[in-house]
């Protein structure tokens, strides 16, 4: 039987199958490995495990008795399914094998704070997360996505989890599908018909009420970026900041809170949305913010960061943006359309200055210039905002 140390942990591979012509030999095995090698964690990978029987089962029980904190890894779904029904997957930790996806040479359709969304084949999109150790992320947006779903949202929902590279994601069915900014760059004349189809399905998403506390309040979190804030800001200026947020009534309609053309889908003439970790609840300014930086807060002082963030150049993003303002606010009225631009700003500006203070620039996209631009946009717009509602 192999096995292996390092770094302290006793890894044992269980191969080929455990059933009742060999569990007496392999029971022996696994202890006088155990017996002769000191070690501090003890894990028993099953990857080339083919057949287990409830006389492997016993085998298994002895050595959790014996060593509490064993662990089962690279379990593959029908030996999962036996641990699972027998009740063994309550009692220790046991870690499923997954698929692994090679995403070289793969289109990238999206990009969020945790992950970015690959397509995988035309059938296949791999959304990859950042964080390594990215379970309870994966967990917490499948169930997100899940509740969106339910109440009404078209979303994807993901139907696996594989690894890729280094690294996991969570694997969706989408046939042909492709981001409203693969369209945009195919064919910029449709623009008003992507930024209607983009328009409804965002009042879909916000006249959705969460009636539970499974997401987020988007309001706490922009106090958290104002009150970070407000300390590199002029006292007064940093004061009222703080006061607007603050002023803002709490809200239990649905946000995205990442909705921008590479997260929104197009799937033989249905609209769907992805990237769902952002999911919150909160007032339409706080999107309005996030979607005033995907499209030109990112790229205020230097173009080609639209390029290379959305995929478009920046006309074409600003284009979309003041389009889909007109659109949502349902409004030809200029002033009305540039004071809730204004309060947009506001809100973008300030989640911005706390990225780049907390960053300090490292990311490769911002520099010095940019924290006085955004400082010097705050100072000059919120004196004008006398309430960030919309």
């Not at 996030?290 to 963030?309: E, P, T």
Request: with cysteine; hydrophobic share 40%; aromatic share 10%.
């Amino acid at each position: 039987m192999r096995f292996d140390i390092n770094d302290n942990k006793l890894t044992i591979y269980l191969e080929g199958r455990i059933d009742s012509n060999n569990a007496v030999e392999r029971e022996n095995e696994i202890f006088d490995i155990i017996s002769n090698n000191p070690y501090e964690k003890l894990v028993l990978d099953l990857e080339t495990l083919e057949y287990i029987s409830s006389a492997g089962l016993r085998i298994i029980l002895k050595v959790k008795k014996q060593e509490a904190n064993v662990e089962l890894i690279n379990v593959n779904t029908e030996i999962y399914d036996i641990f699972d029904m027998t009740g063994f997957a309550e009692m220790m930790t046991i870690k499923k094998a997954y698929k692994k996806i090679s995403i070289e040479g793969c289109e990238k359709i999206g990009e969020g704070a945790n992950g970015s969304v690959y397509r995988v084949d035309p059938e296949t999109i791999v959304k990859v997360y950042k964080n390594p150790d990215s379970f309870a992320d994966i967990e917490r947006e499948r169930k997100l996505a899940k509740k969106a779903f339910v109440l009404g949202i078209p979303t994807a929902i993901s139907y696996e989890i594989a690894k890729i590279g280094d690294n996991y994601g969570t694997v969706f069915e989408l046939l042909n599908a492709k981001s409203f900014a693969s369209l945009l760059k195919e064919d910029p004349s449709k623009i008003d018909e992507y930024v209607k189809l983009y328009v409804d399905l965002l009042k879909k998403i916000h006249s959705t009420v969460v009636d539970d506390n499974s997401f987020d309040d988007m309001r706490e979190t922009a106090i958290s970026w104002a009150m970070f804030d407000k300390d590199y800001l002029p006292k007064e200026i940093g004061d009222k900041l703080v006061e607007l947020v603050k002023a803002v009534p709490h809200s239990t309609h649905m946000l995205h809170g990442d909705y921008h053309v590479k997260n929104v889908l197009m799937q033989n003439g249905e609209v769907l949305l992805i990237d769902m970790d952002t999911l919150c609840v909160g007032n339409p300014i706080f999107e309005l913010g996030s979607m005033f930086n995907a499209y030109k807060g990112f790229a205020a002082l230097n173009d080609s960061v639209s390029l290379a963030f959305m995929g478009l150049p920046s006309e074409i993003c600003v284009a979309f943006w003041k389009k889909t303002l007109k659109a949502y606010l349902n409004t030809d009225d200029e002033k009305v359309i540039s004071e809730v631009e204004d309060k947009a700003r506001v809100v973008g500006y300030m989640r911005l200055l706390r990225r780049l203070i907390r960053r300090g620039g490292n990311d490769g996209v911002f520099t010095e210039k940019d924290l006085e631009f955004y400082k010097k946009k705050l100072i000059e717009l919120v004196p004008t905002i006398d309430s960030l509602k919309i």
